[in-house]
């Protein structure tokens, strides 16, 4: 009886391990691991906004990647800027999506300053030649597809190295299925004790990365206080992927999660500072 039932439990293991295996072996890994990478470009509030122009210049100059993330206008226009709503980061009403290019570029300024939300094809010079990106696609209203194709068309024309990630495990199969040769990511937190607005099903896919048996993800992308959970665990250390760890705020959390073999997305602070 012992036997059997040890024999589920492997099996069951194995079953597990299968359905959240990694893509392995990408070469474009030689150069994503050489690098530590600023959330949301190396900004420095309240002088230099998140996702601004200064913030990815600054990074670039001191060596580090970085994260930034792309929206989609209402013309078809890659606005680079975390939230979807304007209010955080521009004090405004609506979303980036509402909104043409020109519009979100003459009506709303960063945090209080008076660098405009820039578009990807204005932050990509920046780095070509220089250090990598991790651009995370932010569908909305189920724009995925669109957003992907047009992201990846706009990284076509600028010779700056990249990854890319989102939540969406959709963005990742229109990469599967249309870019295989991209590096691409899972984001994912532990949604069981964040709901983030998601149904039970989509909390404990996500969270246990059960979407990677039809994306197959380069790597994942996973919070740094949840990343003891089973399934990163398991990706990291015994199926062979790599993990991102976001978003660190102390040279301790760097250094833990480095000791780990994980790439950090930080911010905050300098990694190079006292080091």
Same mark, same amino acid.
């Given at each position: 009886m012992l036997f059997? =039932?040890?024999?589920?439990?492997?099996?069951? %293991?194995l079953l597990w391990c299968a359905l959240i295996s990694p893509r392995r072996g990408h070469p474009k890994w030689m150069l994503l691991r050489?690098?530590?990478?600023?959330?949301?470009?190396?900004?420095?509030?309240?002088? =230099?906004?998140?996702?601004?122009?200064?913030? %990815?210049?600054?990074a670039a100059e001191r060596g580090f990647g970085a994260e930034l993330d792309v929206h989609l206008t209402r013309d078809g226009r890659l606005a680079v800027i975390h939230d979807s709503s304007l209010k955080r980061v521009c004090g405004a009403e609506g979303t980036a999506e509402q909104f043409t290019a020109e519009q979100l570029r003459s009506r709303f300024r960063l945090e209080g300053t008076d660098e405009p939300i820039p578009f990807l094809e204005e932050v990509l010079p920046i780095f070509e030649g220089r250090t990598p990106l991790v651009v995370e696609i932010k569908p909305v209203n189920g724009n995925y597809d669109e957003l992907t194709e047009k992201t990846v068309a706009c990284l076509d024309r600028f010779q700056a190295d990249y990854c890319i990630e989102s939540f969406d495990p959709r963005v990742l199969l229109w990469l599967r299925k249309h870019r295989p040769d991209i590096v691409r990511g899972q984001l994912a937190q532990n949604f069981l004790a964040a709901a983030e607005g998601l149904g039970l099903k989509n909390r404990f896919l996500l969270t246990n990365l059960l979407y990677n048996l039809r994306t197959r993800p380069d790597f994942i992308s996973y919070r740094f206080e949840d990343r003891s959970g089973l399934s990163?665990?398991?990706?990291?250390?015994?199926?062979?992927?790599?993990?991102?760890?976001?978003?660190?705020?102390?040279?301790?959390?760097?250094?833990?999660?480095?000791?780990?073999k994980h790439l950090v997305i930080f911010e905050r602070f300098d990694p190079k500072e006292d080091a």
């Open positions: 059997y =039932i040890a024999a589920a439990i492997v099996l069951l %293991f050489q690098y530590r990478y600023a959330h949301r470009g190396f900004h420095d509030k309240p002088r =230099i906004p998140e996702n601004s122009l200064p913030a %990815f210049r600054r990163p665990r398991l990706i990291s250390r015994l199926l062979g992927g790599q993990e991102f760890d976001w978003t660190i705020r102390s040279r301790s959390d760097m250094e833990q999660a480095e000791r780990e």
